[in-house]
């Protein structure tokens, strides 16, 4: 009887273990486009008052998602003539998110003020609608994720018993 009450155990915790890591998959998600968001905000911020260099304005920001910050590294690296090639790793990131953040990248410094404005503007809008879906699908579809997972692994050790 233990050993049953055991695979039970198990199969609960194995579909509850797979569905908080689609919510961490999400959870991830969204921090990356809120971090992105944050870094737009700030570039824009620095461009119509302060005017600092870039580097020192990505070097000073505090994100929380370490794929974000990783990218933000290697623009770092590039502009600072450390590589040759502008690289931006992709890690996680759909094709869609991944286009948009090589395309901030290259905006950055690539025209004048107004110019520049408009463009971070553009980008401003179309990762504010990408953060507020990866939003959505982490606190609705996550909690789904975890709760679907406990009755899987749940329905998965009743049919072991």
Do not use: H, W
Request: hydrophobic share 40%; net charge positive.
């Amino acid at each position: 009887m233990s050993v049953k009450l055991f695979l039970l155990f198990l199969c609960v915790a194995a579909g509850t273990f797979c569905g908080y890591m689609i919510l961490l998959s999400y959870k991830k998600n969204y921090s990356y486009l809120d971090g992105v968001c944050g870094m737009i905000s700030a570039l824009k911020q620095n461009l119509s008052y302060k005017k600092d260099a870039v580097p020192v304005v990505l070097g000073g920001l505090k994100v929380s998602s370490a794929q974000l910050q990783k990218n933000i590294n290697e623009y770092i690296g590039f502009i600072g003539g450390q590589t040759d090639k502008r690289v931006i790793s992709r890690g996680f990131l759909p094709q869609s998110t991944y286009d948009g953040v090589t395309d901030l990248f290259e905006a950055i410094g690539g025209s004048d003020e107004s110019s520049q404005n408009a463009r971070l503007d553009a980008l401003s809008l179309r990762f504010g609608k990408l953060r507020t879906e990866a939003e959505r699908k982490y606190k609705s579809m996550g909690a789904v994720a975890v709760k679907l997972g406990f009755l899987i692994g749940l329905g998965v050790g009743v049919l072991v018993l």
